[in-house]
């Protein structure tokens, strides 16, 4: 099957720092790679989607300049969290999918973010 | 009226006990239905789509009345490795999947 990596899988940084996440997929090429935060006890939220070569689409309340995304390449995505703050903790889910498949993600391990 | 929702959790069972996840969801032009599995700190992780004639894998029966937009989960014969976050997911279209908050199961000797 898919898969997704994600690097690192668990970072501790200190307020305003800046974070940055790699999303790849590492057998197929994905058209569209997605990035979720996910709080203790709360459902998988979507923050954006991005295409290869073109600007991310970011979802309603999601700060595009906080959260920075860029999708160079057909089997790599990274979001930069830009001077974190201890509220930006959280665990980060990305997932992707491919051309043919719209309904199936394949989801990365996921980065958990402890900023103190 | 939130677009995915789920029993609130957790649910507590005896090993071998038939349990029963509902789920309800808002956008009548959803498309496809799934639901995944989440164990404590890892990602979901794809446990069956969810059809209009019911499927089955095993212990797992899916169910989905597109009329009232409800979707089961009823597993059968539970094992303690059945104990995680079950997560009704739906999609409706633009590569978007909504999840719902889902529900913690715990399958106890």
């Known amino acids: 099957g898919a898969v997704v990596s994600q690097h690192p899988s668990r970072v501790i940084c200190k307020s305003g720092t800046s974070v940055k996440i790699e999303c790849r997929s590492l057998?197929?090429?994905?058209?569209?790679m997605f990035w979720y935060r996910q709080f203790p006890k709360q459902s998988l939220m979507l923050m954006a989607t991005?295409?290869?070569?073109?600007?991310?689409?970011?979802e309603q309340g999601v700060e595009k300049d906080k959260f920075l995304i860029n999708h160079a390449s057909l089997t790599l995505s990274t979001l930069t969290v830009t001077s974190a703050h201890p509220e930006d903790s959280s665990f980060y889910i990305c997932s992707a999918n491919g051309a043919r498949d719209q309904e199936t993600q394949y989801f990365g391990p996921g980065t958990r973010l402890l900023v103190l | 009226r939130k677009e995915v929702e789920q029993d609130p959790g957790p649910f507590n069972v005896p090993e071998g006990a038939t349990v029963a996840f509902n789920c309800t969801y808002s956008n009548s032009a959803s498309q496809s239905f799934f639901w995944y599995r989440q164990d404590c700190r890892k990602e979901p992780k794809l446990l069956m789509s969810v059809y209009s004639s019911g499927n089955e894998d095993g212990r797992f029966t899916a169910q989905l009345n597109r009329a009232s937009q409800y979707i089961s989960l009823l597993i059968r014969d539970s094992k303690l490795s059945d104990s995680a976050t079950y997560l009704c997911v739906v999609y409706s279209g633009y590569s978007t999947l909504t999840f719902g908050k889902g529900t913690m199961l715990l399958v106890s000797p």
């Open positions: 057998d197929f090429q994905a058209t569209t």
């Open positions: 991005s295409n290869e070569g073109s600007k991310a689409t970011y």
